[in-house]
């Protein structure tokens, strides 16, 4: 028998909040203890559109949701410069964060892999918490040791803050990781239209594509002399990402330090 594990959930009314909210409130072994909403503070869930009929508190801030619910979890989808701030509240009081919410920079990781190792408190970021999309980046990576000229093509939906994506970023890493730098494309080549040949890490090419009608998508290119692979995969909805939350809620609470990646706790 599971131990019931307490969680608060920052960011309920978006859209990964919501499925969130009906996943961790249909778990048995889970209990929602509060939600922390920026615009709805001292409400109850149920007084929120669209939320379950539950009589819980809604905090405007983290500090006191994290002192009065004392949670075992925070999971945080919210935004970029709101989930690092949420991030180190939580191990700041003891609570284990299971990040959803992208944008983090190689220095943000790095302070807060510091913070965790510290307080020696389990956390989990994870850029995407789809199996899918785990199993694409870790194709990728495999194939970029044999065909290491590499491009990435991110489409998400035209409400996303961050570019690259986080699920980009984090390919990348991977690949990072079985090759070594290298100069693609000619070594003359530039620019006409600042932009034009994308983002770039270590020499591999990330283009952001934002449009209505998307939700998370991604395709790895990588060329070779006459051959062109291609490892692609979409999220069609939302409901793609909750075993992955849900696997995480569970990890971290086996955890000591922190974890990014869900690639590094899947079996
Ligand atoms: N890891 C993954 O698999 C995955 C999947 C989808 C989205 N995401 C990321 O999750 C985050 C949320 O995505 P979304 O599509 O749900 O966005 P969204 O805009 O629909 O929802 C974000 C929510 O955060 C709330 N918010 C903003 N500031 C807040 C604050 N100070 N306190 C509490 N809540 C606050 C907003 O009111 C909004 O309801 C983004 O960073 C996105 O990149 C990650
Ligand atoms: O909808 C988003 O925003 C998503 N963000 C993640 C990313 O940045 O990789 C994962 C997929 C959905």
Do not use: W
């Not at 180190?88 to 959803?100: F, M, Q, Y």
């Not at 000619?186 to 594509?209: F, K, N, T, Y």
Request: net charge negative.
């Amino acid at each position: 028998m599971n131990k019931t594990i307490s969680v608060v959930i920052a960011g309920p009314r978006g859209k990964m909040g919501r499925e969130a909210v009906s996943m961790v409130t249909n778990t048995p072994h889970f209990q929602l203890v509060g939600v922390i909403d920026h615009k709805h503070d001292g409400k109850l869930l149920r007084d929120m559109e669209g939320m379950p009929a539950m009589d819980l508190p809604v905090y405007g801030e983290a500090e006191r949701c994290f002192l009065e619910t004392k949670p075992d979890v925070l999971v945080d989808l919210t935004k970029p410069d709101v989930g690092k701030v949420h991030l180190e509240k939580a191990l700041n009081h003891g609570v284990r964060p299971v990040i959803g919410t992208t944008g983090f920079s190689k220095e943000d990781l790095a302070r807060v892999t510091a913070l965790a190792a510290d307080k020696e408190c389990g956390a989990i970021i994870a850029p995407n918490f789809a199996v899918g999309a785990v199993l694409m980046m870790k194709f990728a990576q495999m194939a970029a040791k044999y065909l290491p000229d590499v491009e990435i093509i991110e489409k998400h939906h035209d409400q996303k803050l961050d570019a690259p994506s986080g699920t980009a970023l984090k390919t990348a890493q991977l690949i990072t990781e079985v090759r070594s730098p290298k100069k693609q494309g000619h070594q003359d080549e530039r620019e006409d239209l600042p932009g034009a040949r994308g983002a770039e890490m270590e020499g591999i090419r990330i283009h952001s594509v934002r449009l209505p009608g998307l939700v998370a998508h991604q395709e790895v290119l990588l060329g070779g002399e006459g051959q062109l692979l291609s490892i692609k995969h979409d999220s069609m909805n939302r409901t793609s990402f909750m075993p992955g939350v849900k696997l995480c809620i569970e990890t971290v609470m086996k955890l000591d330090h922190l974890v990014y990646g869900l690639e590094n706790i899947i079996e």
